[in-house]
């Protein structure tokens, strides 16, 4: 079982930036991609951005690119979000999601963190 706590979340100026972390404990496998979703009142929850393990893949949803970017640090099992030059669009709760599929499919979700950026 994996634990997921997030953090950094908050209200910021559209133009401004914030960093989220998610911390992951328990029996974490070596293999793995970690990423962040996001989900707005109303809609449905999308990927925002993902990382393997190995840390050179990533993976951006397109309203993100060139302003989001993934990171981590296995020592710490730590993952962070680094949002650059926000939009009013990027308002939501953002959760944090690790996922294995050895040596077997699971999924684990922290509880969300609200990100509220004003025009």
């Known amino acids: 079982q994996v634990q997921l706590v997030e953090s950094g979340g908050g209200l910021v100026q559209a133009g401004g930036s914030l960093r989220l972390s998610c911390a992951a404990s328990g029996s974490i496998f070596s293999i793995n991609t970690m990423g962040w979703y996001r989900q707005a009142p109303g809609k449905q929850r999308e990927l925002v951005a993902a990382i393997t393990s190995g840390g050179v893949t990533t993976n951006y949803a397109d309203s993100v690119k060139g302003r989001f970017t993934i990171s981590r640090d296995n020592a710490k099992n730590t993952v962070y979000l680094q949002m650059n030059s926000l939009i009013p669009e990027d308002t939501a709760v953002y959760y944090c999601?690790?996922?294995?599929?050895?040596?077997?499919?699971?999924?684990?979700w922290g509880q969300g963190t609200q990100v509220t950026v004003s025009s």
């Open positions: 999601n690790y996922r294995r599929d050895y040596p077997y499919e699971y999924n684990s």
